[in-house]
C-alpha cells in the first residue's frame, strides 16, 4: 500500500471519529494537525532495512507540532497515528512528561476512541519498574516494618540505618501498619500493586523498601513471580497496538526491549517540551565519597556467594573492594583540600553547599584517584556480572531452589547499582573535552548529617540536544512532538536545538493555533512596581502589598504563581487574618485535596485562591470560574544557581555567544507561556493575567517574551 493511500485512510478515519462524537465542533487546526500525523507517519521506513542487499536507506519522517490550548491534539495525533499502526501491522508508543496525562490518556481518552474506531485495538499503560510494588519485599517487610534479615539483607546503606536510628517509635509502629494494610489489600485483590493507585500515595522514603528494582529482581525465577503485578502489566503490553509511556521511561530503557522497538513503530511524545530536561536529568550522575560501608558489604556478599557457585573470577573481589574505600575516602579529603572553604562558608539552609568546576577542568590532584576508582569500579563490576550469570544458570537448572536463590541474588542486586554509579560518574568526571568541543557540567557538594560530613561528587552533560541525537534520534524513524509550548518568542528554533533536531532534515514544523479569541477572553495587566525586580527585598515587599490589593477582589477561583519558596513565604506571612481562610497554599494538603477544595470552594460561590509554584504554572487544567485570574509575581527564569545551567552560560561565553539571549530568554519564554495558558482553558472562558514584574513591558528581551505569549489585551498599571 501506498504512502498516499495509507495517510487517505488514517485521516478517512479521524473524520470518521470526529463526526460520530456527540456534540463534536468542526476544528480547522485540529484537521490541520491530523494531516501533519498522517503524512508524516505514512511516509517513516519501518523495521530493519538490509542497506548491503541493495535497499534503499530507510526514510526518517519527524513533525514538530505546536498545538494551542482547545486544537483537542489528543484525538488528533491518536486517530490517525492507530489507523496507520494497524494498516501497517505495527504499534504507536505515546511518551508523555507526567502519569496524570498518562491516566488521562489511558482512562479517558483511548477509552472513548477505542468505541469510536471502525477497528478494535488494544492499549496499555506502561510505567517504570520501581512505581510498582514488590511482593517479595512487602512480605518481608510487612511482618515488622524493616528487613528480616537486617544484619544480611539491609536493602540500604549507612543512610538509611542513620535514618531508623532516629525514627520515633510511633512512626516504626505506623510504618509496620502500613506495609501490613498494603500486604493484606494486595493479596485480596482491592489493590493492584501499582504506587500511583493508593488512595494518598506514599512518600518516597516509604515507598523504596518496597519498590520493585530491576537489579535485585529475578524475573520469572522469582518465587512470587506468578503474583506479580509489575510483569503482569508487561503481559499486557504485549497484545497491546498503543503504548502510552513517559518520557523518563522512554529514555531510560534505550535499548532495553522493555518498550517497542523505536525502529518499527510509531513515537508520539506529548509534553515534548520536557523532553530535554528530561535527557540531563537521565544522563547526570554522582556518586557519595563519604559514606562508603555499602562497598564492604557488596564485597562480602560476593565473595560469599560467588564461593557457593564456584566463580573464579571472585579472586580480585578483595583488592577492588579495598582500593575502592581507599580511593572514595582519597578523593573525598582531597575535594575538602580544594573546595572545603568555598563549601564551608556557604549557608545550609537551602539544600547541600555546592561548588562547580570551572570549564569542567578538574584539579591535576583528582586525576589519577577517579581513573584509579574507574578501574576498580569495572574490575569489581565484571566479577559481580560473573556471579549474576551463575546464579541465573543455577536458576534454570535448580527451580525447586528458586527462593533461595533469588535471595542471593537481591543481595548483591540490591548494592550493585552504586557501583554502577560509581563507576559511571567516575568516566563522566574524567571526560576531557577536546578544545573547543562542550565540556560535561562538574560540581562537588557539601551536607552535614547530624555529625557526619557528606560529600557527593557530581557530573552531567550540558547539552540535551546532543544526548538525544545520539540515543533516541538515531533509532527513530517515525515520530510527532507536540506541546502547546514549542516555540520560543515565536520560533521553533529554541526547542529544536534543546531536542537535538535543529537542523535534521527530516524534520518539519507545524504551529496551530489556538481556536480561542485571546484578545476578546482575556487581559494582561502588567501591574509594575516602583522596585527593580531584581532588587529581591524591596521588590518582594512592593509586589506582596500590590497582590494582597488584588486577590482581596477575587470573586471565584484564582491562581498565583511563585518563583522561590521565599517569596511564597513571605506572601503567605502577609496574608491578614480575613484573607486566609481564603488562601490554599501548595504542599500544605496533598495537590489532589487541595485541588477538591478549591472546586468545592468554588462550586459553592466562595472565592478561592491558590498559592503555588513551578510544578502548578503547567498541567493544572481549572476551567471557567476555576481560575478567573491568574497572577504571576515575577517573571520565572531559572534558578541562578543551576550547576548545568551555570556551566553551560559559561561554556557559551567562552565561544563567543550570549547565554541570556540564546538560553535564558528562550526557556523563560516556554515557562512563561505554560503559566499564562492556565488562564483560558475553554471557548467560553473569562480571565486576567496579572504580571508584576516591569521587564516585561520596560525591557527588549520582555517584548520578545511577550510575543510568545497569547494575544490578550494588554493594560498597563502604574504602581500603586
Request: with cysteine.
Amino acid at each position: 500500500m501506498s504512502q498516499q493511500v495509507w495517510a487517505a485512510q488514517a485521516l478517512e478515519s479521524f473524520d470518521a471519529v470526529v463526526q460520530a462524537t456527540e456534540g463534536f465542533r468542526s476544528r480547522a487546526g485540529q484537521r490541520l494537525m491530523a494531516e501533519q500525523v498522517a503524512r508524516t507517519f505514512s511516509s517513516a521506513t519501518l523495521g530493519k532495512v538490509d542497506e548491503e542487499s541493495g535497499e534503499d536507506a530507510p526514510t526518517r519522517s519527524i513533525a514538530v507540532i505546536q498545538a494551542g490550548t482547545g486544537v483537542g491534539k489528543s484525538l488528533a495525533y491518536c486517530a490517525p497515528a492507530i489507523a496507520l499502526a494497524l494498516s501497517r501491522g505495527t504499534r504507536v508508543l505515546i511518551s508523555t512528561a507526567t502519569v496524570a496525562l498518562q491516566e488521562q490518556l489511558v482512562n479517558k481518552d483511548l477509552p472513548a476512541l477505542a468505541a469510536l474506531m471502525p477497528q478494535p485495538f488494544k492499549f496499555a499503560l506502561a510505567k517504570g519498574r520501581g512505581r510498582y510494588v514488590c511482593k517479595l519485599k512487602l512480605d518481608r517487610l510487612a511482618g515488622t516494618g524493616e528487613a528480616e534479615e537486617e544484619a544480611d539483607d539491609d536493602l540500604f546503606a549507612e543512610e538509611e540505618a542513620a535514618a531508623r536510628a532516629k525514627r520515633p517509635r510511633h512512626e516504626t509502629e505506623a510504618r509496620i501498619q502500613f506495609y501490613s494494610t498494603m500486604a493484606q489489600t494486595l493479596s485480596k485483590g482491592a489493590w493492584d500493586g501499582d504506587r500511583d493507585s493508593l488512595d494518598t500515595p506514599p512518600e518516597p522514603e516509604v515507598w523504596s523498601p518496597v519498590a520493585a528494582e530491576g537489579a535485585s529482581c529475578t524475573g520469572k525465577h522469582c518465587p512470587a513471580f506468578s503474583q506479580c503485578t509489575y510483569y503482569d502489566k508487561r503481559k499486557e503490553l504485549v497484545g497491546a497496538q498503543v503504548i502510552v509511556a513517559n518520557h523518563d521511561l522512554l529514555l531510560s530503557s534505550l535499548g532495553a526491549r522493555v518498550l517497542p522497538e523505536l525502529d518499527n513503530c510509531l513515537l508520539v511524545l506529548d509534553e515534548a517540551h520536557h523532553l530535554p530536561s528530561t535527557a540531563l536529568d537521565q544522563f547526570a550522575c554522582s556518586m557519595d565519597l563519604s559514606r562508603i560501608t555499602w562497598i564492604e558489604r557488596l564485597a562480602s556478599r560476593g565473595l560469599r556467594i560467588g564461593a557457593l557457585l564456584e566463580v573464579e573470577e571472585i579472586a580480585d573481589i578483595p583488592k577492588h573492594s579495598a582500593q575502592l574505600r581507599q580511593t572514595l575516602q582519597d578523593l573525598a579529603r582531597i575535594v575538602m583540600d580544594v573546595y572545603g572553604a568555598q563549601l564551608k562558608s556557604q549557608p545550609s539552609a537551602w539544600g547541600p553547599a555546592r561548588v562547580r568546576v570551572p570549564r569542567g577542568e578538574l584539579p591535576e590532584q583528582l586525576i589519577a584517584p577517579l581513573g584509579l576508582l574507574a578501574a576498580s569500579a569495572e574490575g569489581f563490576l565484571d566479577a559481580l556480572r560473573a556471579i549474576s550469570k551463575a546464579l541465573r544458570a543455577e536458576m534454570r537448572d535448580k527451580p525447586d531452589e528458586a527462593k533461595r536463590l533469588s535471595t542471593l541474588y537481591a543481595q548483591i542486586g540490591m548494592l550493585a547499582p552504586r557501583l554502577e554509579e560509581l563507576h559511571a560518574t567516575a568516566q563522566l568526571l574524567l571526560q576531557d573535552a577536546p578544545e573547543g568541543a562542550v565540556p560535561a557540567a562538574k560540581w562537588f557538594t557539601l551536607e552535614v548529617d547530624g555529625d557526619f560530613i557528606v560529600v557527593k561528587a557530581h557530573a552531567s552533560p550540558i547539552l540535551p540536544g546532543t544526548t538525544l541525537r545520539n540515543h533516541l534520534w538515531s533509532a527513530v524513524r517515525g515520530a510527532v512532538l507536540t506541546s502547546a509550548t514549542l516555540t520560543s518568542c515565536g520560533h521553533f528554533d529554541f526547542f529544536l536545538r534543546e531536542a537535538g533536531l535543529h537542523g535534521d532534515e527530516a524534520t518539519t514544523t507545524l504551529e496551530v493555533p489556538s481556536p480561542f479569541n485571546y484578545a476578546a477572553q482575556g487581559t494582561l495587566i502588567a501591574a509594575e512596581t516602583r522596585a527593580d525586580p531584581k532588587n529581591a527585598a524591596q521588590f518582594t515587599t512592593e509586589m506582596v502589598d500590590a497582590l494582597l490589593h488584588d486577590i482581596a477582589r477575587v470573586e471565584y477561583g484564582a491562581l498565583v504563581l511563585f518563583t522561590s519558596r521565599e517569596q511564597m513565604r513571605q506572601a503567605v506571612d502577609a496574608l491578614p487574618t480575613a484573607m486566609r481562610s481564603v488562601v490554599l497554599v501548595q504542599n500544605a494538603l496533598p495537590r489532589t485535596q487541595l485541588l477538591r477544595r478549591h472546586r468545592e470552594r468554588v462550586d459553592n460561590g466562595e472565592p478561592s485562591v491558590i498559592f503555588g509554584m513551578q510544578s502548578f504554572g503547567e498541567g493544572l487544567d481549572l476551567p471557567g470560574r476555576l481560575c478567573e485570574s491568574v497572577f504571576i509575581t515575577k517573571l520565572p527564569f531559572a534558578p541562578p544557581d543551576d550547576p548545568v545551567g551555570e556551566a553551560r552560560a559559561e561554556w557559551l561565553r567562552a565561544v563567543g555567544r550570549d547565554p541570556f539571549s540564546e538560553l535564558v530568554v528562550p526557556a523563560t519564554a516556554i515557562r512563561l507561556a505554560q503559566w499564562v495558558g492556565r488562564a483560558i482553558r475553554t471557548e467560553e472562558d473569562q480571565a486576567h493575567v496579572y504580571c508584576y514584574d516591569k521587564r516585561l513591558v520596560r525591557t527588549s528581551y520582555g517584548q520578545r517574551l511577550l510575543k510568545g505569549l497569547p494575544p490578550f489585551a494588554l493594560e498597563q498599571r502604574a504602581p500603586l
